[in-house]
């Protein structure tokens, strides 16, 4: 028996040490995991935020894309409009001194001002 114990005690002792380390490192990588699971329920939590600010940001920028365009648009009308009214000063002004008017002249002090190039002529 104790050539047994002699022989068998060693291994038996070193596979003890073995398991004894193996489930260490099992526990180890199991906290590892947990870590990277928490982790990654973080991530995916800031990303979520992220995608939502970005979706905020794009509807922001869609909104003063379109409020610009408005205003570009508004702008525009204004100074054709501004235009128009120094053209059909000046058309008078040039009638009233007797002066020869083109078309448009003619057409601005008729009152013929909408800007759709004589369709309501037509």
């Known amino acids: 028996m104790d050539v047994f114990r002699a022989e068998v005690s060693p291994q ?3 596979e003890n040490e073995r398991l004894t380390l193996y489930f260490r490192d099992r526990e180890r990588v199991l906290a590892e995991l947990d ?4 982790e990654m329920m973080q991530l995916e939590e800031r990303l979520q935020i992220v995608d ?4 905020t940001n794009r509807a922001l920028l ?3 894309l379109e409020l610009k365009r408005a205003k570009e648009k508004a ?4 100074q054709e409009k501004e235009l128009s009214q120094k ?7 040039k009638l009233a001194r007797g002066k020869k008017l083109t078309f ?9 001002d909408d800007g759709d190039d004589g369709e309501s002529l037509k």
Not at 75 to 78: H, K, Q, W
Request: proline share 0%.
């Open 75 to 78: 702008d525009a009308i204004a």
């Open 104 to 112: 448009d002249e003619f057409r601005v002090t008729l009152g013929d």
């Open 12 to 14: 038996m002792s070193a």
């Open 62 to 64: 869609k909104r003063d």
């Open 35 to 38: 870590d990277s699971a928490n």
């Open 87 to 93: 053209l059909k000063a000046s058309a008078s002004e």
């Open 52 to 55: 939502e600010e970005i979706a």
